[in-house]
């Protein structure tokens, strides 16, 4: 999240003042997001935090497609497969020991 929030600012052009409002406006909620996923200390916060993360590499994605920047794109969509994966039943042995396959239940 921090990383797709710096991106934004950095491809900002700061000299116009719409597009430092609308870029200030989107960064205080994704920073929000990620000083909340930062301190998340038990298993609910974790388990309700990662849906988001997930949406918001999904976006920055999309929006690094549309910005023909396919190196980080790429990389986004690996994290988001990555925390998908989250979510699989292993270990094969004690898929139930897994509390965000559980969670599904």
């Known amino acids: 999240l921090l990383l797709g929030v710096g991106q934004e600012a950095a491809g900002t052009s700061w000299q116009r003042s719409s597009a430092a409002l609308a870029t200030s406006m989107a960064s205080v909620p994704l920073l929000m997001v990620a000083l909340g996923l930062l301190c ?60 965000f396959y559980n969670s599904f239940k």
């Open 40 to 99: 998340s200390t038990s298993e609910t916060e974790i388990l309700s935090s990662i849906p988001a993360v997930m949406l918001q590499l999904l976006s920055f994605g999309v929006s690094c497609v549309i910005r023909e920047d396919f190196l980080t794109a790429s990389a986004l969509v690996l994290l988001f497969l990555v925390h998908a994966a989250l979510y699989l039943p292993l270990p094969s042995n004690d898929p139930e020991s897994n509390p």
